[in-house]
Each structure stands twice: as C-alpha cells, then as structure tokens.
C-alpha cells in the first residue's frame, strides 16, 4: 500500500510545548522544529474519515511513548492534537532472513502497519543516493588506477 500524501503546517507553539514538557524530549526543542515546518501523514492511504499522523519525536524513556501530530479534515476545518502514544507491538518476522521488522507507528494506528506501507519517492530518492555513491566509489577506484599508471611512468 502507498503512503497517505496529506500534509500539514506544524502548530509550532503548541509543538514546542509538547516537546519541551515531554518525559525523554529534546533538551532545546527549537533546535528540532522549524517555525514552517510541515509533515506529510506517516500511515497508509486512506479515506478522510481515518485520521492523518505523523511522528514528531521519539522520546528516550523506557516506556517507548513517542510525539505524534494527529489530524483530521484539510484546510481551515483542520483539527489537530499533539498526543504522546505508545508504539504500535506489531512485528514482521522475515523467516528466511530471520530478521524481525517492527511497525513504526503508535498502538492502534488506522491501516496497515509501517512495514506494508511504501513511499515512493522516499524509494526514489533512497535509490539516487545509492546511485550516487556507487558513482563517487566508482569515480574514486578509477582515479586510484590512474595514478598507480602515472606511478608506473
């Protein structure tokens, strides 16, 4: 399933009193959220009666509650909440390679779990960067030959 492409402005008051009143929160909150910043919804496509979310922070507590901005409507109906939210205990055993994926939303998220949601131009952009490094390595390994050719002269 594709990722939901809503976006939202980030109240950023209200955010930054999140943050900073949080158990595991940022020590300097603005140094972690810009005045316009704003978050494309985290959760897989769905229909405007789901609620958007997206994670705002991970807090470090031993009770793995991170900051979520949760909203519904669009425009200027937006509501929204700032909600500290446990994480969602769903995993994704892989057998074959025995690793274990776990779902990087909250408890009881709407849709699928983070693991069966793609976002393609996060993919897209992931695969220009693998590209690009494997052109700099590339571009570096032909160097290092030419100058052992020129050593050789």
């Not at 929204?80 to 776990?102: F, G, Q």
Request: charged residues 25%; glycine residues 4%; negative net charge.
């Amino acid at each position: 399933m594709l990722q939901c492409t809503a976006v939202t402005h980030v109240p950023y008051a209200e955010a930054l009193l999140a943050l900073a009143t949080m158990e595991g929160g940022p020590v300097r909150p603005p140094d972690v959220l810009d005045q316009d910043e704003f978050l494309l919804c985290e959760l897989g496509e769905h229909d405007e009666s789901a609620q958007h979310a997206a994670h705002l922070w991970t807090a470090d507590t031993p009770d793995d509650r991170d900051l979520w901005l949760v909203w519904t409507r669009t425009c200027a109906h937006r509501v929204y909440r700032l909600d500290i939210l446990p994480l969602c205990p769903a995993v994704l055993r892989h057998l074959v390679t025995r690793t274990i994926t776990s779902c990087a939303y909250y408890d009881h998220h709407p849709g699928p779990h983070s693991f069966s949601v793609t976002d393609p131009l996060g993919d897209l952009i992931t695969e220009h960067i693998h590209g690009e490094v494997q052109r700099r390595v590339s571009d570096a390994d032909t160097d290092t030959d030419t100058d052992a050719d020129a050593d050789e002269l």
